[in-house]
């Protein structure tokens, strides 16, 4: 089941995320967002493990939508899985958030050393 889930969210080849204009993935995320006091863009839509996905393209693949705002505002590689968006913790503790300033790129080896450090790893959030 994990790796079945882990596979549609992440598939190998993300060729399709070059179709897609980076105004218009935005759009789409805006449609499904609201946003709090702290400033976090709470995705409103399907949500995965707490993260926000979304499909960008009937039966296409889905995106994390943290992913997609790293992508944007931050030059985040989407195709490669090392290459990891995380929650800025201080900030926000919202995994559904995608404001690009509660977001930061991280090796998958600093996101582990950082999840231990911070005693955050796999610890249960609300969702909303
Ligand atoms: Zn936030």
Not at 24 to 35: P, Y
Not at 80 to 98: I, K
Request: proline residues 3%.
């Amino acid at each position: 089941m994990e790796s079945h889930e882990r596979r549609g969210l992440m598939p190998r080849k993300v060729r399709h995320i070059s179709l897609f204009d980076k105004e218009s993935v935005l759009k789409r995320l805006w449609e499904s967002t609201i946003q709090n006091e702290r400033g976090c863009r709470l995705w409103t839509g399907a949500i995965s493990n707490g993260f926000g996905v979304v499909r960008l393209k009937r039966f296409g693949p889905k995106f994390y939508v943290h992913r997609l705002s790293a992508y944007i505002y931050h030059g985040l590689n989407i195709d490669n899985r090392q290459e990891q968006a995380n929650h800025r913790d201080e900030l926000c503790e919202n995994r559904n958030c995608w404001a690009p300033e509660h977001l930061k790129i991280g090796s998958h080896l600093s996101n582990i050393q950082d999840a231990v450090l911070n005693k955050t790893h796999f610890t249960p959030k609300a969702k909303r």
